[in-house]
C-alpha cells in the first residue's frame, strides 16, 4: 500500500529564507512522487515529478525536490522565499497501475511567507 | 492559465436541484477524474474514466452521477445534495491511468448546497 504523510500543517518563513517542506512515503514498489501547489480558489499545479533517473529533481518557480530511498524521502525546497510562494503544497505517490487509484496524496502544508 | 476547464467556477443549489459540472480538455489525455476538496484538506478521489470507461468509483453516493460523452468531456450530475456536499470540486486528467503520468487540474467549481 502506498501511503505519504507531510510533517507540519503550517509552515512559516522569512522573505528571502529557505524554504523547506517535508515529505515521507510509504510503498511497497519503487514510487513515483510529485509536489503539487494550491493557490486560493485554483486547483492544482504541479510543481514538480520524480519517476526515474537523477534524484535531485528541479521544478517550476525555482522549487526542487531530492528523492532519499534510504529515508523513504521527498522534501521540497527553495532557497530563497518569495511573498508569491505563499500557497497550500501537497505531495504525492501514485500507485502501480493494477492497484486501480492512482494517486495518494497527504494531508498538506499550508506555507506562509513574513515579509 | 489551466489546460483543464471547468464551469461554471461557482454554484449554489438547492437541495431538490438538479445540475451538472463540467469539464473539458484537449490535450489527448485518457484519463479523466473528479476530486471532491473540503477547505484545507487534500482532494478526494470520486471518479476515474480510462479510454471512456468508467474505471473507478470511491463508493460515492448515487446523488452523484458522472458521465464522459467523449475523451475531451467529462461532466458530473448532481441531484438531491446535502448541505455536506458544498465543496470544492476539481476535474483533472492525465495521458493515461499508469503511475508516472501526473495528473492536470482545472480550477474547480465551487460548490454551495443550500
Known amino acids: 500500500a502506498q501511503s505519504v504523510t507531510q510533517l507540519g500543517s503550517h509552515v512559516s518563513v522569512s522573505e528571502g529564507a529557505l524554504v523547506l517542506l517535508r515529505c515521507n512515503y510509504s510503498?511497497?514498489?519503487?514510487?513515483?512522487l510529485f509536489w503539487y501547489v494550491q493557490y486560493p480558489n485554483q486547483g492544482l499545479q504541479l510543481l514538480l515529478k520524480y519517476t526515474t533517473g537523477a534524484t535531485l529533481v528541479k521544478g517550476i518557480n525555482g522549487f526542487e525536490a531530492e528523492f532519499k530511498k534510504s529515508e523513504t524521502s521527498f522534501h521540497l525546497t527553495k532557497p530563497s522565499a518569495h511573498m508569491s510562494d505563499a500557497a497550500e503544497y501537497f505531495c504525492?505517490?501514485?500507485?502501480?497501475?493494477?492497484?486501480?487509484?492512482?494517486?495518494?496524496f497527504g494531508t498538506g502544508t499550508s506555507l506562509t511567507v513574513i515579509p | 492559465d489551466t489546460e483543464v476547464t471547468q464551469t461554471p467556477k461557482h454554484l449554489v443549489m438547492g437541495m431538490t436541484n438538479k445540475k451538472s459540472l463540467k469539464c473539458e480538455q484537449h490535450?489527448?489525455?485518457?484519463?479523466m477524474y473528479w476530486y471532491k476538496q473540503k477547505a484545507k484538506k487534500p482532494p478526494e478521489l470520486m471518479f476515474v474514466y480510462s479510454y471512456e470507461k468508467l474505471s473507478i468509483n470511491e463508493s460515492v453516493p448515487s446523488r452523484f452521477s458522472p458521465e464522459c460523452p467523449n475523451s475531451s468531456l467529462l461532466n458530473l450530475h448532481l441531484h438531491a445534495l446535502q448541505p455536506e456536499d458544498s465543496a470544492l470540486y476539481l476535474c483533472?486528467?492525465?495521458?493515461?491511468?499508469?503511475?508516472?503520468?501526473?495528473?492536470?487540474f482545472g480550477n474547480g467549481t465551487r460548490l454551495t448546497v443550500t
Open positions: 510503498s511497497s514498489v519503487p514510487p513515483y
Open positions: 490535450m489527448g489525455h485518457r484519463a
Open positions: 504525492a505517490v501514485s500507485a502501480v497501475p493494477n492497484t486501480g487509484n492512482q494517486f495518494y
Open positions: 483533472a486528467s492525465s495521458y493515461g491511468q499508469g503511475n508516472n503520468s501526473p495528473l492536470h
